[in-house]
């Protein structure tokens, strides 16, 4: 049965979805477009599907729906033809027996941490965590800059002080991204167990955080005074999982 009313109770209910607080009342939240919610039901998070036309030989519930609704629960300039209702993941603590960590300090643009999350899923990180401050988890531009990378790596926020203090008691290795008292990446050594802390697009790290690191350090840069956050995580995540990905592939082949 086609709904077409935006009027419709459970429409209504799906469209609470859009703004943050009924997120986090109803543990659920939105995915649009084809290609995230194929990768959403491939991570086996998907609930509900609502689309334009009910072609979708889904595992889930598919409810056909008018274009006024796809329109109406749309965050894009461009609605597009079908939306995925998911549900957050149930674990939001540290994990003990990971290898890769990569800390995100007041990050507040949704586009770099969503770079960042699928940067750190093609190198191999175990989890990434949000200081309390960052943007929410689930904004949808976030999903969309993670071109679902999201559903494959382990996102939290949690105090970055509470979580680097449990690193280092976990065996974990801390290294900031900083000037102060910093090394060229060049100069530090591989670690087995690492995790690497990125600051806010502005300020970068605070003086807090750096002063529980194990070490700091920064990319060498050329006629430049900065490089955008994104990209700098990128580099370093590269950098320091250059072994443990050298060594996946012999492993492979």
């Keep these: 049965m086609k709904i077409t009313s935006v009027n419709n109770p459970r429409i209504k209910e799906i469209m609470k979805l859009k703004k943050k607080k009924y997120r986090d009342q109803q543990q659920r939240y939105l995915v649009e477009g084809e290609h995230l919610v194929e990768e959403a039901l491939k991570a086996g998070v998907v609930e509900t599907i609502l689309a334009l036309q009910d072609s979708h030989a889904a595992s889930v519930e598919v409810i056909e729906v008018s274009e006024e609704i796809i329109e109406r629960l749309s965050l894009v300039e461009t609605p597009q033809p079908i939306i995925a209702v998911c549900k957050m993941q149930s674990d939001n603590t540290l994990m003990k027996d990971g290898k890769r960590y ?5 990050l507040q643009d949704p586009g770099n941490i969503g770079t960042l999350v699928r940067t750190a899923v093609a190198f191999g ?27 494959y790596i382990h996102c939290i926020k ?15 290795s801390v290294y900031g991204t ?22 806010n697009e502005g300020n970068g790290v605070s003086e807090e955080l750096l002063a529980l690191t194990d070490q700091n350090v920064y990319i060498p840069i050329k006629d430049a005074e900065s490089l955008n956050v994104a990209i700098a ?19 492979k082949l």
């Design 125 to 151: 990180y175990d989890q990434v965590i949000l200081g309390l401050n960052s943007v929410d988890l689930y904004n949808d531009k976030f999903i969309r800059a993670s071109q679902g990378g999201i559903f």
């Design 178 to 199: 900083s000037l102060l008292n910093g090394k060229e990446i060049q100069e530090v050594s591989y670690q087995e167990r690492l995790a690497i802390l990125l600051g």
């Design 102 to 106: 990569l800390l995100l300090d007041d």
């Design 233 to 251: 995580g990128g580099i370093l995540m590269y950098h320091y999982s250059k072994r443990s990905l050298k060594l996946e592939s012999a492993v």
């Design 158 to 172: 949690q105090d970055l002080k509470t979580a680097i203090c449990q690193l280092h008691n976990d065996g974990v």
